[in-house]
């Protein structure tokens, strides 16, 4: 049986990891759980799956559920829930769900207490890519990809000789925004950004789907995981999120990876690596017609995608910093004090302000962390008083 950690058991990601222990009880079991603040949701969770240990984040909704909850399940408390969950003695995985820089450290944590890694944090590998892949490789720890993206492009190239792969093509939905005009993109708001048409996802995720900053933040993220240049990773717009990636072989040929936009199927494949067990959900059905489109991505229109190219290539702590501005962005977008227009323009001026250098420590890049974040807020409140 495989004991895993979830961190971020609340979450998109986190609930639909949970649903497949469900329909796996004999193959899985959840040891640790753990939220930012959602205890309603945790405290059902914990009556049903019975962890050994349950965190959470927020101080105040830990003191809360510590107060009433009376059961056998370790209640801990403030960021400290992270790591403990992730180098839990029991645990042989850790699903890293959470979002944002929050899931660096007990990532590391776990590669270093030698835990498998379902890894659906992407920030991780943007921010500290050298660091952890380096540390993955020194503790013997697989990295597996869950983003249903790089789980497609790593069930495409396995088995074959990367030398005989010419590039990886990542698809994009295009978000909530690909059929707005160009003239009315800057004013969208946060309401128009999450209308996502094919995935349910975080709000997060999802603003970052609709200015593509996601996808650029995929594209690095792909660099980390797979060894590939930027000059041979592509980028496809695929509205209908059935082709989730495609690799192309020198002579030509395209490898890809179909189904329905439906999370369950990477997040399992990862947990049952190398093996597949069934999985009770929609599956893709050819019977009944597929309508399948693809295009270039509108570059100029969402510019985001080309700045992590960029910021990609020229690396030390430029990821980390294009990273950290956005998320600060994003969330001064869910609350209405800037538009999408903005995004782009915190995040390159932030980026400008930078200081050159390669990250040696984790400790480093958080450092990086919060100087941006910090420098976005300034921007961010600047816009906003205008």
Known sequence: MKT???????????TQTLDVIRQHPEQFQAVALVTHSNIDLLEQQIAEFKPIMAGVVDEQAYGILKARYQGPTEIV??????????????????????VGAAGIEPTMAAIQAKKIIGL????????CGSLITKAAQDNGVSILPIDSEHSAIFQCLEGQDVNDVEKLIITASGGALRHWKSEDLYSATAKDCLAHPTWNMGHKITIDSATLFNKGLEVIEAHWLFDFDYDHIDVVVHPQSIVHSMIQMKDGAILAQLGNPDMR???QYAMTYPKRYPLRMEHLDFTKGLDLQFMAPRWDDFPALRLAFTVGKEGGFAPAVFNAANEMAVYALLDERITY????EVVSTVLERMKDGVPTS?????????????EATNEIQRRSAC
């Open 362 to 374: 984790i400790e480093e890049v958080l450092a990086m962390d919060a100087w941006a974040r910090q």
């Open 4 to 14: 895993i950690s979830i961190l971020g058991s609340t979450g998109s990601i986190g």
């Open 77 to 98: 408390g403030g960021k400290e829930a992270l790591t403990v969950a992730s180098t839990l003695p029991e645990a042989t995985m850790v699903v890293t769900a959470v």
């Open 120 to 127: 659906a944090n992407k920030e991780t590998l943007v921010a």
């Open 341 to 344: 227009g903005h995004i782009y």
């Open 265 to 267: 199927e990477p997040i």
